[in-house]
């Protein structure tokens, strides 16, 4: 199940000068799955991630952290599925340092260079055996167009694998950007980690890919939400490669510093939205809209009550216009001011309340027929200045209970 | 569907003394159903209460704040169900002043004098006429023992009515405590309102009972959840009548003052669970402990961040000891400095988790035993200090999304 997504076609997905990727069917917990996958990125990449804030993090995430912090050139990375390396302690740092220092060896670059993402099961520990036993097949298989089968090499239980591309001219040079993006699957079940990856062959300063990543993920995949769990293993790098001749960019706010970051951002935004038109049980797609806000924080709060509640949730799955759902969690979204009477709400085109009560000329069928859509928009506006900010979710059905009520054996 | 609840026992309720409970059918929905309550109050009774933090709360809740805050002493109360007068902007506060109004013609009193409450539809007009009409029939039927036609009276979709009382010795005199409470319930959708009403007829100095109301509140309606969604009209009211012939208490931290208030807690904790034991769909009912905190705060951040978790309590609901998804609860709770090396995990008596990883004497058929049970407790050792928090909630069920999902006609 999912809404309006489809698969890639891998002609359309295009390859990213200076990187190759490799994937295998390591048995890391089933056989006869593409469940390693390795990209080797061309000396003088530059590479930038942004990961959970949750502190229980994964194993993985620890170590990009360090190996991105220490700013050795990134050279590699390593993804497996089947496991998440998560809540598995001291032991299971050490397995994802020991597969750094095998891709390594493998690879004659340092451990540093590496960086490794696990998504799967969580609470057990990483066969690191079979990972190190399957990479030099993931090695042997880079090559340049290989992105539609990474994207299906880092599925769990997703439905459909998840990639997009766009190119852009950068003063009469072509660039080419094109990412992968992984979400709301369960693994023998555990937990919705989000994985994205984000190449361009742009040239851009090194330094300004960090901030770049950030802005990226603060547009794209920090704005969805299926079920409000945070992940232990979320994980978006991005990637560039500085092949495609252009003028090397030095300011994100100069003419093309801009172009290239909308361009980024709009890839981005669509892989984080194929999470949600993929999320568990999902049956639509609903754009929270909050704007009239004194800041975007607030904005954001709002949003996000909305989009986490099971009560608003459920309704979406009912088809059901049941608005008061929508004004509560906006009154308990924590913004300690908010005047109730300057409220207005709107279901896509709909106008459905005025000044925090019922819109004279509303009626229940123009509600229901918004409601009856795959993709709705809410709109709220608060009234209280010019912040807005948009979040992505999707629905609550019973498919979402049946999944991740399935008991993991 | 509920877990371990069943209905009072009407002879097992105390009269309080000092307050006579009248109920009727005023037909405000539907009809043939108790749905208007009146209490009334002896002179000398005092009153206080806490009411929703949703900023989009019910007009009745706005009247019910200004009536208390003026001071006046509150001789009546007024409860409707089938209508919450939420979302319904100037008229709504006019239909509950208007309901004060009515009341306190028939009762010869100030319209200041009376705390209006209501639950059920909202963005619906409140049928002020039928409601003032059910009045005169409320008030003859009004006596001292109706408490559970009362409980009865005040019910949405609750599956149950929830009273409790008890008694105390203060000083050689016999105290009775006795209150009620309607939660989880949906009608005709929409949202499920808290209501709590706890009365004694302890001599009780004034001023110390919104402390008290507030105390109360926090151990009990403020440390349950069924699923996140801060209703419009959530309202708990205490009452003392001062009819018990004790010597006035005159501080909460006398030896007296304690025993009241321990007794207090206790019925108020019992009307706070009997709303989770009822809670929509709920299969389970789940203590979640955490202890080892540096403050109050952070324990209560982490025990509902596991109590919120869509994830953990779908796994509940499968009796699947999904234990990760626990840890990534407590991981995203938003404890900045938090330490997964030091965190602790157990099932009632099983100890999952050691560390941050899984404990190497742990048996996966042991947390599915504890699983399997409906009442269970988690509890979360963060090792970090010596504060700890209780919240109380339920499973996350296919009924859950049945009950919220069914469109309202």
């Not at 993402?117 to 167009?145: H, W």
């Not at 989009?307 to 913004?335: C, E, M, Q």
């Not at 106008?351 to 027929?369: A, F, T, W």
Request: glycine fraction near 10%; aromatic fraction near 4%; charged fraction near 20%.
């Amino acid at each position: 199940m999912s809404v309006n997504l489809s698969a890639p076609v891998a002609a359309d997905l295009l390859a990213i000068n200076g990187v190759r990727i490799g994937v295998t069917e390591a048995g890391v917990r089933k056989a006869n799955r593409k469940d390693l996958t390795v990209f080797l990125l061309d000396a003088g990449t530059a590479v930038a991630g942004v990961f959970t804030q949750n502190r229980f993090c994964a194993a993985p995430v620890q170590v990009c952290r360090e190996h991105l912090s220490a700013g050795t050139a990134i050279r590699a990375m390593v993804v497996n599925t089947g496991n998440a390396n998560a809540g598995t302690g001291a032991a299971g740092l050490a397995n994802a340092r020991a597969t750094c220092d095998a891709l390594a060896k493998e690879l004659d670059l340092q451990p540093g260079q590496i960086l490794p993402f696990s998504t799967g099961v969580i609470m057990e520990e990483l066969p690191v055996d079979r990972i190190v036993a399957g990479m030099p097949q993931a090695i042997a298989a880079a090559k340049a167009d290989n992105w539609a089968t990474a994207a299906e090499g880092i599925m769990t239980t997703d439905t459909l694998p998840k990639a997009f591309s766009r190119s852009l001219s950068l003063g009469g040079k072509t660039v080419s950007i094109t990412g992968i993006s992984k979400g709301a699957g369960m693994i023998r079940p555990n937990m919705a980690t989000m994985l994205g990856f984000l190449a361009t062959d742009a040239a851009i300063a090194p330094e300004l890919l960090q901030p770049l990543v950030k802005e990226l993920a603060d547009g794209s995949f920090n704005r969805v939400t299926i079920d409000g769990d945070t992940s232990t293993n979320d994980s978006f790098v991005l990637i560039a490669t500085g092949k495609a001749g252009n003028a090397q960019i030095g300011s994100l706010t100069s003419s093309e510093g801009q172009q290239l970051k909308a361009a980024l951002l709009e890839v981005a935004q669509k892989l984080a939205q194929a999470i949600v038109r993929d999320g568990e049980g999902a049956t639509k797609f609903i754009t929270v809209k909050v704007e009239g806000g004194k800041n975007e924080e607030e904005c954001r709060l709002a949003a996000y009550s909305i989009a986490h509640s099971p009560l608003v949730k459920t309704a979406f799955f009912a088809s059901d216009p049941n608005l008061g759902r929508i004004l509560a969690a906006v009154g308990y979204a924590g913004i300690a001011d908010l005047d109730q009477t300057k409220i207005d709400l709107y279901l896509d085109d709909v106008h459905v309340v005025v000044d925090g009560g019922r819109n004279p000329s509303y009626r229940e069928e123009d509600g229901q027929r918004v409601m009856k859509q795959q993709e709705i928009t809410v709109r709220v506006a608060l009234g209280r200045g010019d912040a807005a900010q948009t979040v992505w979710t999707c629905d609550l059905s019973h498919e979402y209970v049946t999944i991740n009520a399935d008991y993991r054996s």
